[in-house]
């Protein structure tokens, strides 16, 4: 079954210091997304990706943060100068269409120290 | 601003019990339901989904939820639990119209002892 795969499994990265995580969606699928989970909280919407741009993104995705995808099959979230809130499990996450079910990666644990 | 509410942050059963675990969401159109489950070290998996039709949704593993739109709720339920329903069990909402953004709830921990 295809899956979506996330690399590192974890990083750990020095406050301002630039990271990119990687995403591989399902191969099919059009629509990409980042959501975030800081320990013990929710699970909160990033920023979604169709066509080679952002669709939606939340008051989290801020300048700090961008996205793309840069040949057919990687997506990533980069993250320009890390603070230590930035500390989260990270999750990308892979759709066919609008609305319909959301694939999940196994998630990149970032720790910013 | 639409969220949604899971009513049980901790839950513990036997084995054999019955679950029942509420979400509750605000919006005020056309949305699409989810549950997810998290099995301890995986990744987020569907466990079923609401779109339209019948409310009373079957997924996998035994579970189903109901979908009450005058209640705004979509709890899951499953009439008798394993120890291997251990996980966490996140409720979501896509509020539709072109939005694609999946809004979840805090979770649900659940534990079922032998």
């Known amino acids: 079954e295809p899956e979506v795969t996330q690399t590192p499994s974890h990083q750990v990265t020095q406050m301002g210091q630039e990271v990119i995580l990687r995403c591989v969606p399902i191969s099919n699928h059009l629509y990409f997304y980042w959501y975030r989970q800081i320990l013990g909280q929710k699970v909160e919407f990033l920023v979604s990706?169709?066509?080679?741009?952002?669709?939606?993104k939340s008051e989290i995705f801020d300048d700090q943060f961008s996205v793309e995808r840069p040949d057919g099959s990687n997506f990533t979230l980069k993250i320009r100068s890390t603070k230590l809130e930035d500390s989260a499990m990270y999750f990308c996450?892979?759709?066919?269409?609008?609305?319909?079910?959301?694939?999940f990666g196994p998630g990149t644990r970032l720790t910013v120290t | 601003a639409q969220s949604v509410s899971q009513h049980n942050h901790h839950v513990i059963l036997s084995e054999a019990a019955s679950l029942e675990l509420g979400c509750n969401y605000s919006?005020?159109?056309?949305?699409?339901l989810f549950w997810y489950v998290q099995y301890p070290g995986q990744h987020l998996q569907l466990l079923l989904k609401?779109?339209?039709?019948?409310?009373l949704v079957k997924g996998i593993k035994g579970f189903e939820a109901e979908f009450i739109k005058s209640k705004f709720s979509f709890n899951l339920r499953k009439p008798s639990v394993q120890w291997s329903d251990t996980a966490e069990y996140f409720c979501?909402?896509?509020?539709?119209?072109?939005?694609?953004?999946?809004?979840f709830g805090a979770g649900t921990r659940l534990a079922v002892h032998p």
């Open positions: 996450a892979s759709s066919e269409g609008i609305g319909s079910e959301q694939y």
């Open positions: 979501a909402v896509n509020a539709g119209g072109g939005y694609n953004k999946l809004i």
């Open positions: 919006y005020g159109g056309t949305v699409n």
């Open positions: 990706f169709y066509n080679n741009e952002i669709s939606e």
């Open positions: 609401y779109f339209s039709g019948d409310p």
